[in-house]
Each structure stands twice: as structure tokens, then as C-alpha cells.
């Protein structure tokens, strides 16, 4: 292969996805290069660091954030963004320069138990407020809604009778999103190489 497509992760919080993505012997199209995170305390700056990748902290606020990652992600050639537990939403100008190279894991079954507001463990409390039996999460490609883009893989887990939240955000990490987030990427990078 003549070249790696060039990753960078963004994220908010603790990062176990992202450590899903330096795990995984999935990814052979894509290189992580960069993580981003808008919140100097976020645990996956540590997971970052002890992976050997470059990490950046971003200011939070307003259209800063959106104008510095774009400069960052330019200076560092990224080719493919993947959102691992980010919780901004990216404004037009952003998401129109990245078309079709930025993909987000959402932890339900789109379309349902998403949208705004939809986030963290809010989604799984919904989900057993409504007592669906599967839920499972989604990754797909982000636009200007929350999360409303095309949806790339989805997998099914199933709900259990004394789910609470808490094991229910778990069972659906690890049998669906720290799969799928890995195969994901890979298909979207590989993607990519072939476009250009
Ligand atoms: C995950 O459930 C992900 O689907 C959602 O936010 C959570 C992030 O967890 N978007 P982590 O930071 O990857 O541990």
C-alpha cells in the first residue's frame, strides 16, 4: 500500500472508544495521527499520550473551536475525522470541508434514541424508559444534524430485564461500539484511498 490514510480522533471524555481505535488490528488503511479533545481534563488526552499519538486541547466555546481544529487538522494533512465521544457539534463550515471524512459512534440504533440531547448515558436511559428490547449502536457520517447522516454499520445488542443504565452503557460499549467503531474507520479509510 502506498499510503496510510491520516486519522484524527476528537473527543470529550474518557476515551475507551478511542482506545478501541489504538487496539485494534482492524485499522490497516488508516493511521491515528491526532487526537483533539475540547476539554483540557479528558482522560483520552492520557490514553493518547501513552499511545504515542499527539494530543491538542481546544478552547470549547463558540466558532473558535471549529476554526483552530480546522487549521489543526490541515497543518497535520488529516485526511479522515472520527468522533469518539465528542460532545460539540460541528458547525457548516467544518463538516462541508470534511464531506464524507467525518464519522461519529452514536450508542442506539439510529434513528431512534438520538438527536439533540441524545448523548452519554441520557440514551440509555431512554432506552429503558421505553422498553425496547434491542438497542445497539451506529456509526455513521456526520452532517449538520445531530446525528443525522448516512449511517455506515449498526449492531444489535440486547436489553436485559434488570438493566440499569450503567450496564446497559457497558454491554453496548463492549459487544457493539468498540467493534464496530474500528471496522468503521477502517471501511472509511480505505474508501477514501481508493477515491483519490
Ligand atoms: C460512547 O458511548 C459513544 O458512543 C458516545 O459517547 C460515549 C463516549 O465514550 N458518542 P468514550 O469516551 O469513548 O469512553
Known amino acids: 500500500m502506498l499510503r496510510k490514510a491520516r486519522i484524527a480522533v476528537f473527543v470529550s471524555g474518557s476515551g475507551t472508544n478511542l482506545q478501541a481505535l489504538i487496539d485494534s488490528d482492524e485499522i490497516k488503511s488508516g493511521e491515528l495521527c491526532l487526537v483533539v479533545s475540547n476539554k483540557a481534563d479528558a482522560y483520552a488526552l492520557k490514553r493518547a499520550e501513552a499511545a504515542g499519538i499527539r494530543g491538542e486541547v481546544l478552547p470549547s466555546k463558540g466558532t473558535e473551536f471549529d476554526r483552530r481544529a480546522l487549521e489543526l487538522l490541515e497543518s497535520n494533512n488529516i485526511d479522515i475525522v472520527v468522533l469518539a465521544g465528542f460532545l460539540r457539534v460541528l458547525g457548516k463550515e467544518f463538516v462541508d ?64 430485564p434488570d438493566d440499569t443504565p450503567l450496564t446497559l452503557q457497558r454491554r453496548v460499549m463492549e459487544e457493539a461500539e468498540w467493534k464496530l467503531l474500528p471496522l468503521a474507520t477502517e471501511l472509511v479509510c480505505k474508501m477514501y484511498l481508493e477515491d483519490k
Not at 429503558?128 to 456526520?142: D, F, K, N, P, S
Open 97 to 160: 470541508r470534511y464531506e464524507n471524512r467525518v464519522i461519529n459512534i452514536h450508542p442506539a440504533l439510529i434513528p431512534s434514541f438520538c438527536g439533540k440531547g441524545m448523548y452519554g448515558l441520557k440514551v440509555h436511559e431512554a432506552v429503558l424508559e421505553r422498553g425496547v428490547r434491542i438497542t445497539g449502536a451506529t456509526v455513521h457520517y456526520v452532517n449538520e444534524a445531530a446525528d443525522g447522516g448516512e449511517i455506515i454499520l449498526q449492531r444489535a445488542v440486547e436489553v436485559l
